[in-house]
Structures are given as structure tokens and as C-alpha cells.
T-cell receptor, first 111, second 113 residues
Framework: EDQVTQSPEALRLQEGESSSLNCSYT??????LFWYRQDPGKGPEFLFT?????EEKEKERLKATLTKKESFLHITAPKPEDSATYLC????????????WGAGTKLIIKP | KAGVTQTPRYLIKTRGQQVTLSCSPI?????VSWYQQTPGQGLQFLFE???????NKGNFPGRFSGRQFSNSRSEMNVSTLELGDSALYLC????????????FGPGTRLTVL
């Protein structure tokens, strides 16, 4: 069964304290993996798409990486405005384009 | 370029009523997906529409239905509302079925009393 698991469920960091969020997946074949950011009461905001193992994408303090089993979202020197829930989704190759979503990691950055 | 818009933003209904939510995708986007989001269940896929046809359906009862118009705008309907239908309903659009990057609207917050 195709599955996406995100860890940890919640992460509290001090401003400037770098860390990583994990998204592990089990699918028959990967078409793509997606990272989103969601602020409370709002729709998810698209961040990155990764297609193959070894691929990396960067945006400001965020860097996403992909292996054959998992993806990491690295946050470097985070600021309070980076506080949000980060969602991971995968598109399995045989899924008729339907995405499978993780439960998310709630990130809190304290000033 | 305007983003995905959803109306209304907030709704309060009572049990047994029905509700219709509307979604206008990003201009040029032809695929529209709907999701239900609750604190306990996360993002749950409802259905996807492309070229006015439902292409995928999640595991929801028949009380949940939708449609897409020729201009790609979409509506979803929930009949005979239950307390458990209280949630944030999100619409997402993508350029085409082969492009999985989905762009979300702000959502409709539905409260069922």
C-alpha cells in the first residue's frame, strides 16, 4: 500500500537553530514528491517538486532533498516567520495522478 | 496572475441542510481537485475534475458530489449535512493532469451546527 509518513509531528526550534524535517514514502514507483507550507486557516502554499533521487531544490532558508526512500526539508537559520505546518505529498507512478499526503510537521520557531 | 479563489470563505449550516461551494482555478489550469481538512484527519482527497469529467474520487459517501464547468470552474455539493462535515474545504488547481504541482485556494470554512 502506498504510504507517506512525516516526522516529527511537531518541532520547536529557537530562531537561528537549523534542523530537518523528514518525509518517508513507500510507493511502487515515484512520479514526483512535493513540499508545501501551510499557515493556520489558509490553503497550502507550494514550495518544491522533486522527481528523482539525488535531486535538490532551494528557496531562501529552505532546501529539499530526495533519496529513493525519503525526502528531507532542511531549514537553515530559521526565523519566526518560518513557523507553519509543512506538508509532503507524493504522486505514485500508477496512481492516476492522485497525490498521497503526509500528516505534516508543525514547525514553531521561537524568537 | 490571480490565484485560486473559493467562495464563500465561511459558512455556518445546520444538520440536514445542503451546501454548495465554488472554486475558480488559476487561469489556464484545467484540473481541479477538492480536499477536506480537519485537525484529526489531515488532508483528505475528495475528487478531481478535468475536462468536466470526474477523474478520481476519494473515499467519501455519495452525499459529497461535484462538477466542473466548461471554463474549468468547479463546484462541490454536500447534501444532508452532518456534524462531522465541519471542516476546511480546499480547492486546488493544476495546469493539466500531467502536472502534479497543485496550487491551493484559501479554503471554505464550513461549520455544521
Amino acid at each position: 500500500e502506498d504510504q507517506v509518513t512525516q516526522s516529527p509531528e511537531a518541532l520547536r526550534l529557537q530562531e537561528g537553530e537549523s534542523s530537518s524535517l523528514n518525509c518517508s514514502y513507500t510507493v511502487s514507483g515515484l512520479r514526483g514528491l512535493f513540499w508545501y507550507r501551510q499557515d493556520p486557516g489558509k490553503g497550502p502554499e507550494f514550495l518544491f517538486t522533486l522527481y528523482s533521487a539525488g535531486e535538490e531544490k532551494e528557496k531562501e532558508r529552505l532546501k529539499a532533498t530526495l533519496t529513493k526512500k525519503e525526502s528531507f526539508l532542511h531549514i537553515t537559520a530559521p526565523k519566526p516567520e518560518d513557523s507553519a505546518t509543512y506538508l509532503c505529498a507524493v504522486s505514485p507512478r500508477d496512481s492516476n495522478y492522485q497525490l498521497i499526503w503526509g500528516a505534516g510537521t508543525k514547525l514553531i520557531i521561537k524568537p | 496572475k490571480a490565484g485560486v479563489t473559493q467562495t464563500p470563505r465561511y459558512l455556518i449550516k445546520t444538520r440536514g441542510q445542503q451546501v454548495t461551494l465554488s472554486c475558480s482555478p488559476i487561469s489556464g489550469h484545467r484540473s481541479v481537485s477538492w480536499y477536506q481538512q480537519t485537525p484529526g484527519q489531515g488532508l483528505q482527497f475528495l475528487f478531481e475534475y478535468f475536462s468536466e469529467t470526474q477523474r478520481n474520487k476519494g473515499n467519501f459517501p455519495g452525499r459529497f458530489s461535484g462538477r466542473q464547468f466548461s471554463n474549468s470552474r468547479s463546484e462541490m455539493n454536500v447534501s444532508t449535512l452532518e456534524l462531522g462535515d465541519s471542516a476546511l474545504y480546499l480547492c486546488a488547481s493544476s495546469l493539466d493532469r500531467g502536472y502534479n504541482e497543485q496550487f491551493f485556494g484559501p479554503g471554505t470554512r464550513l461549520t455544521v451546527l
